[in-house]
T-cell receptor, first 110, second 119 residues
Framework: RKEVEQDPGPFNVPEGATVAFNCTYS??????FFWYRQDCRKEPKLLMS???SGNEDGRFTAQLNRASQYISLLIRDSKLSDSATYLC???????????FGTGTRLKVLA | DAMVIQNPRYQVTQFGKPVTLSCSQT?????MYWYQQKSSQAPKLLFH???????NEADTPDNFQSRRPNTSFCFLDIRSPGLGDAAMYLC??????????????????FGPGTRLTVL
């Protein structure tokens, strides 16, 4: 089993749609979870940290389910500008390292 | 603004000709990372520093070396670039755990990357 697993997509959705991505992780001792957004040929940029209680930032909502070891990202009212790859990142406990998922590609269509 | 800077942004080299990529940060973070990212793949960790403590990944080729002369700067040296080394190289920083707590819990900050082409 991969340490961090994501559906690579692509998810093709119309503007205004709601789309959700999941990411599973294998190490139950992981404590820090992040969603990064990466545009083509650019660096990853932090979209959201994921907190135990769940958190929301505008149209974006992140959830953590420790029992099932997954995190999710919900995007409401998709915009064309949301088209990007969304990377799930989880800390590797006891180290300074992070494990990246392969990313989920989102294409929002006009 | 505090940031992570990488130079050059684009580097073209010839097969076998050594190249050095640089990274600097104004965040005063104690952890610095070098990643290699190829098209449609996740970033792959090459090595990282906690302060001056160097940590190499087991599958990082010997062709890749790194130096961190001080907190702010970190270099990636590719001694004999091959065609397979063409990629985006990303530098990142992070705030490692303090008060004896080993591990990183905070987000990483990435530089804009250096795109390496090998001819």
């Amino acid at each position: 089993r991969k340490e961090v697993e994501q559906d690579p997509g692509p998810f093709n959705v119309p503007e205004g749609a709601t789309v959700a991505f999941n990411c599973t992780y294998s190490n139950s001792a992981s404590q820090s979870f992040f969603w990064y957004r990466q545009d083509c040929r650019k660096e990853p940029k932090l979209l959201m940290s994921v907190y135990s209680s769940g958190n929301e930032d505008g149209r974006f909502t992140a959830q953590l389910n420790r029992a099932s070891q997954y995190i999710s990202l919900l995007i409401r009212d998709s915009k064309l500008s949301d088209s990007a790859t969304y990377l799930c990142v989880v800390n590797k406990p006891g180290t300074y390292k992070y494990i990246f998922g392969t990313g989920t590609r989102l294409k929002v269509l006009a | 603004d505090a940031m992570v800077i990488q130079n050059p942004r684009y580097q073209v080299t010839q097969f076998g000709k050594p190249v050095t990529l640089s990274c600097s940060q104004t965040l005063n973070h104690n952890v610095m990372y070098w990643y290699q990212q190829k098209s449609s793949q996740a970033p792959k960790l090459l090595f990282h520093y906690y302060d001056k403590d160097f940590n190499n990944e087991a599958d990082t080729p010997d062709n890749f070396q790194s130096r961190r002369p001080n907190t702010s700067f970190c270099f990636l040296d590719i001694r004999s670039p091959g065609l397979g080394d063409a990629a985006m190289y990303l530098c990142a920083t992070g705030k490692g755990g303090t008060s004896g707590i080993r591990g990183s819990y905070n987000e990483q900050f990435f530089g804009p990357g250096t795109r390496l082409t090998v001819l």
